[in-house]
């Protein structure tokens, strides 16, 4: 049978057609013109297109140059080409009309692009003519006009994006993604203008350099400068001090000199950030900062800006993308096929059976199809067969791994003359396997799978390899590449590398993607600057390599730069912004999408995830039932236990509880096993029922007399006495082992009533244990059998909780048998007492914490208490911890003190701190071990790894102490102590539970991290083992350039040595500083190929993207330019794929930990919704002062659009101010202080408003309110000091500074008024809140390493990467020098430098300490920085990576796809605001009724229609809350469980327990519904009754109730006629002092419309004011619904004061106004004062 045919039955319907994403080709069949919709024309073409890139990839000045023939070979093609696609043109607009017609060609996009096309065409032959007629020079500017040209590979590319969907559908989706990615982008630029505002405040203009005494400050030339050049400081108490033989000058260069960035302006500094941001020379800025300001500023403005620029705002570009890729991605799916497809459609599989299990497998594994003996056929099928293939790989590899290039004269030759023989052996051998595999398989049988594929390749290119014309050439990759079969050894491996690459489409559109990309960026580029005569530019190889490595961010700047400053000043604004942009699509988009491919191929689909949500609870369920080996110690041991004598019945007081293990003996009886085979053999197959006893009896009668008994009665005796102890037991709640009833007595106790079962679903666990299978008479039923009536999950679900309770319980049982028969079980050190008043005290001790959640004596619910953040963080951990904490973090901070110069061994103020953690650390595990015990107890202190820390870090601080050594030998045991003592931070990790959470959820996906790490390692040895094959040996030059054979390298020369990055030139009488050094041949500095090992350490490097330019840069200028592709091939699939194999395995195992990985779609969405309904709070917005007309007018002109676009335009205005520095010397400050001062003015003003219209209580309810109020004040204090106060030039300095940092604290406002900033801004500051333990953790561990390093490196010479700023001398150096490492910037160069050994150093005498040599250590330095790398760069700072995805789907969903959209909440907040007028965030249960009736949307209630649903929303709330009070959160929660398909979008527990409340809900309703109605009736009845009675009293009264219903008729008539009619609206409208009305029916309204503070609203509510008093008067209809009884009345009252036309006069209604404003704030004040009373 067919794999194809297991699937499903194939549809009788044809594929869908897949169109192009391209124009319409035939609209109009014009038979003049048909030529052009012929399929062999669009071939033409799409060639032509690819002929127009070539042509145009040729046309540079070089090319030319060395091939003097494609200068007319190009323009023959060119000619071609534009004559094609101009005939094309016509042709498209006779059929589709030029302007007019169906679809005009003008108007069509498409069209458009390639009219364009066809103009740069025509350009670029024109052009070309007049150079061949040299009318134009060859070296003109005007090749910029043939960039646009291989923009027409668009053409070429387009025709393969095919969909199975309809191109507006596409065009949304981009447009969709596009606005995303522009949001993203706006909220990074906003990130940058704000770093950008704060470099030109922090550090302006920073030229100060330190030249010669002697030198004129305005003739500063090359020579003058320090070697190398120093920035300084002029201030003499910050920065760098020049030494005493030169001083400090400022330079006035321009740009083309100094460099194109700094902090000079607004734009040098922005551009500056941008580069900094790119982690690519930010390190050298900082620097320069440092030495010319003061320390702090440099640190602190680079490490903030790297971690929110570098590590945040720009990793929610990954999430953008992501986003976009699932959107899209079923979309797609047509094109890139169906996921986890296999490969071989027509595999044929053999179904086979053994003793316990069948499976599939291949028909080649089963049997074979060829004419090989059947031993043959059954030994390439057997297990050894596979074994010694595997051996023979291995094998290989470790041979040809041992070649080593050594430089001692022997050519390759000799070298190689051992290793041949060896490895045509290993061709024969593999040649043969292929061979013998096809014997015994068939050719074609063989042929069909991929794998045997790849063999024969193999096999046949490592044939040719042995050919001595292609030994050591490129062939040599067939023979490296033979390790890669031993990913077929490992299944797990396989399975890991088909999951990631098994889907190839998608991997390879994206590849094919991204090299279309750079040829065509490279090809516009080298148009762009090929006229700079800029060797980077001048080919189209050139450019191909220099596009390319911005790609990869190594060495980026320096390409712009140089590229800069061949350009004129005003181009060169634009070439920045040609190469940001480039590098900001590259980077950030096709990198981000290797990312998000790599997350889909390890997505599972729908049905996958459902499958694996059971099998995980069904995992979730089983907890180890066996104790650990520390505590089955005991069970080696025999019993002692402890007996007990009774001399009382069991009815004269409640028996105590007897030992499990004693009653076991009795009640256990192996006869009663054989007696039931059923029950054993039952128990035995359902694995969910662990164990059970018999049905336990109660005690009915006395027990029978001892002195009579046999071992029968005695048996029944103690059974019976059993019993009736556990009944006691279970009615008075003990907490003990309950007996689970068995399944045999299920039938005759089952529930009948499925009200039972769903109300059992409710509760606490443990209640539902106890008192759920009691009987009325207080025996023990079974386990309720309604669940079978249900769905199967629902049955399923109760086994899987039952399953858990009874392995917790055995497990339980188990403890507590052996505390029972082992005395020195559970005893600290076996000396104190289990249950001594010692133990118990230091286990209050030690087990003493802070309670954050207190809970009210009266009402037992929790208190709410302000800062609960602080409350929680306080009761993290215990008292006890805490300490500890503290006297840990102290006694860090004691180690950074430490240098090699300032030891602790000869310091007493360091030995303090060090004594009082080791006595502090030893009184704290000296109570923890007698409160839990050491090692032998359940909760002893060596229980997991995080014990064993706490312990190895104590012997070793207690250790170090006793011993203090004061002579420390390089690589001694003294070392390594000290070594092991810098593990003391992370004590903290173990301390707080939640560092131990992010720990423990690492290791937990170390099987992934392996699993890639071991694809990596492969990958680098074929690479390794291929250079060093072709490379070794050849690499080593003479490092005098003149000097190329080795004989004649020796002797001194001398050599240019660096001074400065600036463009700076010596005098004509002076020459470049050189110096004498020897001549050496070597092989480059910090790599070679000589030998296996070297060459991975240098591709490992080139991983991270550091050092392979290096390694491009030699292999062009001493092997060819060939060569170079070797590099790049490898950069390209070790850092594309191999690195965002890393980024994806980690936030899939972080996605698995959080419980989301295994989440449907629907899950998801309801997981993000319940996220976003928790942050969600109500509005800070008082509603508008109805009653008040002036506070109205201020409340409408305050929430007016324009009036926030006004504000938001005068913050941006005031953030301008500040783009250049604001220095007390400068002419123009005190005019931008004035005008600073001017718009704080109008700040001022804003809140003043503000306040009139929400009165002060409820502005202060917003927080965003509070901060415009602060920086208001601050800056009105910064406007009273500037201006009042005369001043210094210091202190106008420090007033200056006051104003820019308001202006700043102004400038974070705008994302407030901003919805997509705001939305990207929570999403940021939620990531670092919750990434708080994720970054104290990798500080920890940086601290360690810190630490660490300046004891192995603090001495270390300086060299290329180390240096009088970048060293390890002191701990706080060593955290900037690790926080540089982090980034990535030049952290190989630090590696080397700390690998130095002698003869490159000085060695330390035999007996001297370490702080004496200045000698690295090869070995330690490899395995610190690799294994420091690694840790935070591929793993920790991933995780960051995936909280922001995370906590970006949960801000910024899509309004379509989520299940309550912004707006939604939106309106609920709206609405609750209406209700709860004093803002308290509680209402009472009464008035939910009011706001279900205000909704709208998706939330909508219509009590009419929906008028069931209506009570069961009202009802719910009343029952969970008892009649209460219920919060904004309750109410919200409610409606998004019922605006959801519960079904779908919950987890099998939550939707059991909400379908059982929705039950226990419908039958309660319908219980009252139908009580009312019976009520109903019989007052119905009774009133008939009583009309009864009243019709004859009636009948005999009626003349006299006729005379006074005429009394009463006259006298209403009177009352009528005295009562003033009302004014008409249009009298109203001119001075009416209108009270404010507080009926909700007119809130309603204005709830309705488009905006509370809409004008157009508020105008036409005046229009209509006349009648809605009227009705107010009168009394509505839905008033009652809508206020409470008291209200409606009051408002209907005739006492109630009414407003007439001119009774009152602006002056008193102006005063009324302020009374009430006042009256309304004291009133909000004393409600929020007894609320939180």
Known sequence: MKSKMLGRKPSLRSEPILSDYGPDESLNENADIDWVNKVWVRHLLRLCALLSLVSVSLNTRKTFDEWQALRLITFIVDAFVTFMFTAEMVAKMHIRGLLGGESPYLKDHWCQFDASMVFFLWVSVILQVFELMSMVHVHSFLSVLRAPRPLIMVRFIRVFLKFSMPKSRINQILLRSSQQIYNVTLFFLFFMCLYALLGVQFFGRMNNHCVKNSTDPNDVKLNDLAVPDTYCSLSPGSGYQCPTAMKCVTLHSSSYVVGFNGFDEFATSIFTVYEASSQEGWVYVMYRAVDSLPGWRGLVYFTTMIFFLAWLVKNVFIAVIMETFNEIRVQFQQMWGTRGQISEEYTTYVLTGTDTSWKLITAED???????????????????????????????????????????????????????????????????????????????????????????????????????????????????????????????????????????????????????????????????????????????????????????????????????????????????????????????????????????????????????????????????????????????????????????????????????????????????????????????????????????????????????????????????????????????????????????????????????????????????????????????????????????????????????????????????????????????????????????????????????????????????????????????????????????????????????????????????????????????????????????????????????LDLFIYVVSLVFLLWMPDVVEPVSWEQLLLIVRCLRPLRIVYLVPHMRTVVRELCRGFKEILLVSVLLILLLYVFASYGVQLFGGRLARCNDPAILRREECVGLFEREIFVTKMKMTHRENETYPMILVPRVWANPRRFNFDKIGNAMLALFEVLSFKGWLDIRDVLIKRLGPVQSIYIHIFVFIGCMIGLTLFVGVVIANYSENKGTALLTVDQRRWCDLKKRLKIAQPLHLPPRPDGRRWRAVVYDFTQNIIFKRFVAMLVITNSSLICVQWDYAAVYTPYLAVVSSVLNLFFMLEVVMKMIAFSPRGYWQSRRNRYDLFVTVLGLIWVILNFTFPMTKMQKNYTNSLGFICIILRFFTITGKHATLKMLMLTVVVSVYKSFFIIMGMFLLLLSYAFAGTILFGTVKYGEGIGRQANFKTAPNSIVMLFRIVTGEDWNQIMHDCMVEPPSCTPAARGSSYWLTDCGNFTVALVFFCSFYVIITYIVLNLLVAIIMENFSLFYSNEEDALLSYADIRNFQNTWNVVDKNQRGVIPVRKVKFILRLLKGRLEVDPQKDRLLFKHMCYELERLHNGEEVTFHDVLNMLSYRSVDIRKSLQLEELLAREELEYIIEEEVAKQTIRQWLDGCLKRIRAREQSSLIAGLRATNEQALMRLNEERRLEREKEKEEEPADPPPRQRKKGVCMGRSDSVGSAARKFLTPSLSDASVVKDKERTASKRRARSAVGNKSLPDVNEAGEAAALASPDTPRPVAGSCPPAAAAWSDVTGWWADHCELTAQEDSSSV
């Open 366 to 948: 089963s049997g074979s199809r060829g004419s090989a003996p059947a031993l043959l056929q059954r030994v390439i099928q057997s297990a050894g067969y596979h074994l010694v293939v595997m051996a023979a790989i291995l094998t290989n590899a470790y041979i040809s791994s041992r070649v080593q290039f050594r430089h001692d004269g022997s050519t390759v030759y000799e070298l190689y003359r051992d290793i041949y023989p060896i490895e045509v052996g290993f061709t024969i051998f593999f040649d043969l396997e292929v061979v013998v595999k096809v014997w015994c398989m068939g050719f074609s049988t063989y042929w069909k799978r991929s794998i045997h594929k790849f063999e024969t390749v193999l096999a046949v290119g490592s044939t040719f390899h042995l050919l001595p014309l292609f030994y050591n050439s490129a062939f040599t990759y067939f023979q490296v590449l033979r390790i890669v079969r031993l990913i077929k050894a490992s299944p797990l491996l396989e399975d890991f590398v088909f999951k990631i690459f098994g889907p190839g489409k998608k991997l390879g559109s994206l590849i094919i993607f991204t090299m279309c990309l750079l040829i065509i960026t490279s090809s516009i580029s080298m148009q762009l600057f090929c006229f700079l005569n800029f060797q980077k530019f001048e080919t189209f190889p050139d450019a191909f390599m220099s596009m390319f490595q911005i790609l990869t961010q190594e060495g980026w700047v320096d390409v712009m730069d140089e590229t800069m400053s061949l350009t004129q000043p005003a181009i060169v604004p634009l070439v920045a912004i040609y190469f940001i942009l480039y590098h900001l699509f590259v980077t950030l988009i096709v990198l981000s999408l290797f990312v998000a491919v790599i997350l889909d191929n390890l997505e599972l689909d729908e049905d996958i995830k459902k499958l694996r949500q059971l099998r995980a609870r069904e995992q979730s369920a089983g907890i180890q039932e066996t104790l650990p080996l520390r505590l089955r110690v005991f069970e080696k041991f025999p019993d002692r236990p402890q007996m007990a004598r009774l001399h009382k019945l069991p009815a004269d007081f409640t028996l105590q509880k007897v030992r499990e293990s004693f009653m076991r003996n009795f009640v256990e009886d192996p006869d009663e096993e054989e007696d039931q085979p059923g029950m054993k053999a039952c128990s035995r197959g359902r694995e969910v029922l662990a164990y059970r006893r018999a049905r336990i009896r109660k005690l009915l009668h006395k027990t029978t007399s001892a002195r009579k008994s046999d071992a029968n009665q005695k048996s029944i005796g103690v059974r019976s006495l059993v019993d009736d102890c556990n009944n006691h037991r279970l009615l008075l709640g003990d907490s003990g082992q309950l007996p689970t009833p068995g399944k045999g007595l299920a039938a005759k106790s089952r529930f009948e009533n499925a009200k039972s079962m769903r109300r059992s679903m409710r509760g606490s666990l443990k209640v539902k244990q106890t008192y759920d299978h009691l009987k009325e008479n207080g025996d023990v039923g079974a386990l309720s059998g309604a669940a079978n009536a249900r769905n199967p999950h629902d049955f399923d679900i109760k086994l899987l909780q039952a399953k858990r309770q009874q392995a917790e319980m055995k497990r339980n049982q188990r403890e507590e048998d052996l505390r029972e028969n082992h005395p020195y079980f559970d005893t600290p050190l076996f000396v104190i007492g289990r249950e001594s008043r010692f133990r118990k005290l230091c286990q209050m001790i030690v087990n003493a914490r802070y309670n954050s959640r207190q809970k009210d004596p009266v009402t037992g619910q929790e208190r709410k208490v302000r800062y609960k953040g602080l409350h929680n963080l306080l009761g993290l951990v215990t008292y006890l911890d805490w300490v500890m904490i503290l006297i840990t973090t102290v006694s860090c901070a004691s180690m950074m003190f430490e240098t090699p110069t300032f030891r602790v061994q000869e310091n007493w103020q360091l030995q303090v701190s060090e004594y009082i953690f080791v006595v502090a650390m030893s009184v704290e595990l000296a109570l923890k071990v007698l409160a839990d015990g050491l090692l032998f107890t359940p909760k002893s202190l060596i229980r997991d790894v995080g014990g064993l």
